[in-house]
């Protein structure tokens, strides 16, 4: 059966992703914090956007998806999102997703605690990888891996802030996942129930923190790991470090992870060529809004020529009009990059860019717009009698 009947939208594609990756993974994957209210609401906010359609033109016209970033033309406003541990989602999945991705010409963001190293995915995207770093204690070891994502030629440095303290997620500590995960009685026969991840899983071998373990000390014990990586780690980033960051890097720098106005204007003031407004996929704290309703406001903020990346529920191509309809100029999505790629690994990402793109492409049409900036102009609304 072709990959278009097998999944024909997103969803199809979780939904395979459940039945193919053992639940700890998948709850890795899928979870967000606490009760999971934001990880809902980033969807369902989305959801309520309204853009009204136009039908009547003096021309006929083919949508422009492109978009100009950081000096760079982007055949699309959409790209992965940095994802830590998806090796464990799927064997190799960092190679498999930046492949995809610059198939279709887009940049592949890289996490700090991807289980591939920035050498091997830098051998893939050279200029088109956007480097994402948690900053650590230790001002040598973060000097050290930004300078090996500029030795690879990453363009642009992602710098996340919505960390400042270790996160307890609570399907993670009943699944008893760890960094790396330590197989028990419990997820052994989780792994069973899931012979496809398993076989590929045991060509890959276990998964690991690619870039980061050389900072580990040798021969630490497992169970020592998630303590040690925690500890290396320092979440509370502040404007200070932000300004040396900026002065060290020399090509874009995006702070990832704002949710606040003034936040913003402090970053274009000091320099970060662009902000992503993001709650982290609903994955730090559950108060937090939706990045999707405070765009409008961040966007009158920092005026209409700074660059604003926006993420958080996005499902569709659809939904990354929204995304750029109430404010921002390019979208990133993680979950549904992760379900591409454990329901169909390599061809399965490919098949969700194409699906999200012939999505977008329609929702222009639908709106009348053949440029992405004229989707603000559809006056996005909230859907009425939502609440
Ligand atoms: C499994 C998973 C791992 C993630 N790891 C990171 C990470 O290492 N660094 C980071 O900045 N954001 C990370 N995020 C957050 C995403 O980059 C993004 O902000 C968010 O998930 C977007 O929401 P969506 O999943 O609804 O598309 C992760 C998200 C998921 C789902």
Redesign the pocket.
């Known amino acids: 059966m072709t990959l278009d009947r097998r999944f024909p939208s997103i969803h199809a594609m979780q939904e395979c992703a459940a039945r193919r990756v053992p639940r700890f993974a998948f709850g ?2 899928e979870g967000g914090i606490d009760r999971e209210v934001c990880l809902a609401a ?1 969807i369902d906010a989305l959801r309520r956007v309204v853009l009204t359609p136009r039908a009547i033109f003096d021309e006929a016209f083919e949508p422009d998806l492109s978009v100009t970033l950081f000096g760079r033309t982007w055949p699309l406003p959409f790209a992965p ?6 090796g464990l989602i799927w064997p190799n999945a960092p190679a498999l997703i930046a492949r995809a991705a610059i198939g279709h010409g887009l940049p592949v963001c890289l ?3 991807a289980t591939m190293s920035v050498e091997e995915i830098g051998a893939i995207a050279g200029s088109s990888l956007w480097f ?1 770093l ?1 900053c650590t204690v230790d001002p040598a070891i973060e000097n050290d891996i930004v300078d090996r994502a500029e030795a690879v030629g990453a363009s642009v440095l ?1 710098v ?1 802030v919505d960390v400042p303290t270790r996160t307890r997620r609570e399907r993670d500590i009943a699944s008893g996942l760890s960094v790396p995960p330590r197989f028990d009685r419990t997820t052994l026969m989780d792994i069973v129930a899931r012979p496809a991840w398993a076989l590929s899983m045991m060509g890959a071998g276990i998964p690991r923190l690619r870039t980061l373990e050389r900072y580990l000390p040798k021969r630490l014990p497992l169970s020592a790991m998630g303590e040690h990586l925690a500890n290396m780690t320092d979440g509370r980033v502040t404007a200070g470090k932000i300004e040396r960051l900026r002065e060290r890097w020399n090509g874009a720098m995006i702070v ?2 704002l949710l606040d106005p003034e936040d913003a204007v402090r970053m274009r003031d000091m320099g970060v060529d662009a902000v992503a407004v ?1 709650n ?4 730090q704290f559950d108060a937090a809004p939706a990045p999707v309703d405070v765009l409008p406001a961040i966007r009158r903020a920092v005026g209409a020529d700074y660059p604003l990346l926006a ?4 499902r569709s191509g659809i939904d990354v009009a929204r995304m750029i309809a109430c404010g921002a100029d390019f979208v ?5 990059f ?1 379900y591409a790629v454990a329901a169909g690994g390599g061809a399965g990402v490919d098949h969700a860019m194409r699906i999200i793109k012939a999505d977008l492409r329609q929702a222009m049409m639908q709106a009348g717009t053949p440029r992405l900036e004229g989707l603000t102009a559809c006056r996005a609304t909230d859907r009425p009698g939502s609440t």
């Open positions: 890795y994957m980033n999102a940095p994802m830590g541990l998806t996490s700090s605690f994402q948690y992602i996340t990832k992870g993001s982290h996929g609903g994955r993420d958080g529920g996005v990133l999505l993680a979950r549904a992760a």
